[in-house]
């Protein structure tokens, strides 16, 4: 069977943890940072994790993370 092609968006913006869950960056953390408090830019710094749903569905445009 021939190999599968990852999806090209999607293989830079999400990476797979050491044990298997999906990862990401958060958005909101690009520009216009001084009108955002400080509490909300210190959630927007912790990375994020795709629940199972996502996740599954994430699986078949990574097949090989």
């Known amino acids: ?7 090209s968006g999607s293989k830079k913006r999400f990476s797979f943890t050491g044990t298997g869950k999906i990862s990401y960056k958060k958005n909101g953390r ?9 509490r909300r830019l210190r959630r927007l ?21």
Do not use: I, V, W
Not at 1 to 7: E, F, I, P, R, T
Not at 30 to 38: A, D, E, I, Q, V
Not at 45 to 57: F, N, V
């Open 1 to 7: 069977m021939a190999k599968l092609k990852s999806h």
């Open 30 to 38: 690009g520009h216009l940072l001084r009108k955002k408090n400080s």
């Open 45 to 65: 710094r912790d990375k994020g994790y795709l629940e199972q749903g996502p996740a599954d569905s994430m699986r078949k445009l990574l097949p090989y993370g």
